[in-house]
């Protein structure tokens, strides 16, 4: 098992020396890339504007997005909306608003900063919010006789 791991421990720096990228994914390696935050930003648009992407593409780019302790910028969710609507996957676009809306909730004005930003692209996509669907709001409330 040793072995193993040290060949492979020694085949991603050998790829590095190479020039070629031993993570070619969107995931950060464990050190963490050394790359500034419009590098980052233009990693991700360029992942969600590739014209062959697919349902698993897009889930991974959404996926690797809220594994790390940041709210993209604007135009990261427009690209990654663009392509759900590309795939004709509104329920997608649809849990990355809510997951946002989540994420977002330490701080009540992110939220609505994002929602101003990216309406008139919902508008152009046709794409609702989680507000409009009503899923703000609990399905299975119970109401409470003693409060009205």
């Known amino acids: 098992m040793i072995i193993f791991l ?6 991603l720096r050998y790829l590095s020396a190479a020039g070629k990228d031993p993570n070619p994914g969107l995931a950060e390696t464990k050190h963490g890339r050394k790359e500034s935050d419009e590098d980052f930003d233009n990693r991700y648009i360029a992942w969600f ?3 062959d992407i697919d349902s698993w593409e897009l889930r991974k780019g959404i996926a690797d997005l809220h594994g790390m302790d940041l709210i993209p910028e604007p135009k990261i969710i427009i690209a990654a909306l663009e ?5 004709n996957d509104h329920s997608v676009a649809v849990r990355f608003l809510e997951a946002l809306r989540w994420k977002s909730r330490s701080n009540k004005e992110i939220y609505p900063y994002l929602m101003q930003e990216i309406r008139p692209t919902l508008a152009k996509l046709g794409i609702s919010t989680p507000e409009e669907l ?3 709001q609990p399905e299975l409330s119970i109401h409470n006789a003693f409060t009205d």
Not at 6 to 11: A, I, L, R, Y
Not at 83 to 87: N, Q
Request: hydrophobic share 35%; charged share 30%.
């Open 134 to 136: 009503g899923y703000d």
């Open 6 to 11: 040290f060949v492979e421990f020694s085949h």
């Open 83 to 87: 392509a759900a609507r590309r795939l």
């Open 49 to 51: 504007s590739k014209p």
